[in-house]
């Protein structure tokens, strides 16, 4: 694989980061994921603007324009041969001597490399349905931010594997805030409900456009908090994603999510986001 480091293009045995990069002992980096459907990018703007956010909110510079960006990512689809995968992106503050306030100068590091995924799109989940549980929140309170600190995600993760799921919905004050790496929404009726825009969750470049194509269908969305109880007695759930586009949700906590099968605007929903975004993409 060809991998990015400041700079370079190199195999990916020779790709190197210092020992005192701020990434590796703070977790102080940020980072993007963005699909790749037929060689090409989906919503790569959505993804260039909001790394710049989470740039500027950890006062970290951009070590490149977005039309540099724009040409690394297709660099590397090019050369690693991709026709359905991810593209990850990293920015770190870079290396300095261990302290925590952040050093006057520091060259911040990036690093881009691809995943293949055959089939991305046709994910037999989204066929069936994922299962998840609930658990309570205990991340930190800027999630908003989208930073390399993701041991608790990782551990919800292994808490919904040890329980037979897929995935967990992470709870906070009774609410639901979000999946451990997606947004997730309930449906009532024609109603879509999905926790609003804030601090507590990240602000998902797939849910600002899904929430669009809800809109422009004439479909009413409610973005408030929502409990775990009203998620039960829903009539669909979904969760959404730059890597699982919108993915249905068929179970919490071992019970069935209205019928217990992918539901009808979630399917009409991934249908006209994949459509949309292939369309549009780059
Ligand atoms: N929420 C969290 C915590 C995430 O980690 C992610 C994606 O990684 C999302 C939501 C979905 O964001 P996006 O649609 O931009 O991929």
Same mark, same amino acid.
Request: charged letters at 25%; glycine letters at 8%; zero cysteines.
């Given at each position: %694989?060809?991998?990015?480091?400041?700079?370079?293009? +190199?195999? =990916?045995?020779?790709?190197?980061?210092?020992?005192?990069?701020?990434?590796?002992?703070?977790?102080?980096?940020?980072?993007?994921?963005?699909?790749?459907?037929?060689?090409?990018? #989906?919503?790569?703007?959505?993804?260039? $603007?909001?790394?710049? %956010?989470?740039?500027?909110?950890?006062?970290?510079?951009?070590?490149?324009?977005?039309?540099?960006?724009?040409?690394?990512?297709?660099?590397?689809?090019r050369a690693n041969g991709i026709e359905d995968g991810l593209v990850?992106?990293? #920015?770190? @503050?870079? *290396?300095a001597d261990r302290d925590f306030a952040y050093p006057k100068e520091?060259?911040?590091?990036?690093?881009?490399?691809? /995943?293949?995924?055959?089939?991305?799109?046709?994910?037999?989940? *989204? $066929?069936?349905?994922?299962?998840?549980i609930s658990i309570e929140d205990q991340r930190w309170g800027r999630?908003?931010?989208?930073?390399? /600190?993701? +041991?608790?995600?990782?551990?919800?993760?292994?808490?919904?594997?040890?329980?037979?799921?897929?995935?967990?919905?992470?709870?906070?004050?009774?609410?639901?805030?979000?999946?451990?790496?997606?947004?997730?929404? #309930?449906?009532?009726?024609?109603?879509?409900?999905?926790?609003? +825009?804030?601090?507590?969750?990240?602000?998902?470049?797939?849910? *600002?456009?899904? +929430? %669009?194509?809800? %809109?422009?269908?004439?479909?009413?969305?409610?973005? @408030?908090?929502?409990?775990?109880?009203?998620?039960?007695?829903?009539?669909?759930?979904?969760?959404? &994603? *730059? &890597?699982?586009?919108?993915?249905?949700?068929?179970?919490?906590?071992?019970?069935?999510?209205? &019928?217990?099968?992918?539901?009808?605007?979630?399917?009409?929903?991934? =249908? #006209?986001?994949?459509?949309?975004?292939? $369309?549009?993409?780059?």
């Amino acid at each position: %694989r060809t991998v990015y480091v400041n700079g370079e293009y +190199l195999p =990916e045995d020779q790709a190197k980061v210092s020992v005192f990069d701020r990434g590796f002992l703070f977790a102080d980096g940020v980072y993007e994921v963005t699909s790749v459907l037929g060689g090409k990018l #989906i919503d790569f703007a959505g993804h260039a $603007k909001r790394l710049q %956010r989470s740039l500027d909110e950890l006062q970290m510079a951009n070590p490149v324009t977005e039309d540099e960006l724009l040409e690394i990512h297709r660099e590397l689809v090019r050369a690693n041969g991709i026709e359905d995968g991810l593209v990850y992106l990293q #920015i770190t @503050r870079g *290396a300095a001597d261990r302290d925590f306030a952040y050093p006057k100068e520091a060259t911040p590091t990036i690093v881009l490399f691809t /995943q293949a995924k055959p089939g991305l799109a046709d994910s037999p989940l *989204a $066929k069936t349905g994922m299962k998840v549980i609930s658990i309570e929140d205990q991340r930190w309170g800027r999630r908003d931010i989208k930073t390399v /600190q993701l +041991l608790y995600p990782s551990m919800g993760k292994m808490m919904a594997k040890a329980a037979g799921a897929d995935d967990a919905w992470m709870v906070e004050d009774g609410h639901v805030t979000e999946g451990t790496s997606n947004n997730a929404y #309930i449906v009532k009726g024609n109603t879509i409900v999905t926790r609003h +825009l804030g601090t507590e969750i990240l602000h998902g470049i797939t849910r *600002a456009a899904v +929430l %669009r194509f809800a %809109r422009e269908a004439q479909m009413v969305v409610e973005e @408030r908090p929502f409990t775990i109880e009203e998620a039960k007695a829903a009539d669909e759930a979904f969760i959404t &994603s *730059a &890597s699982a586009f919108v993915m249905p949700v068929v179970e919490m906590d071992g019970q069935p999510i209205g &019928s217990g099968t992918p539901g009808r605007v979630t399917a009409r929903l991934r =249908e #006209i986001y994949l459509d949309e975004m292939r $369309k549009a993409a780059v």
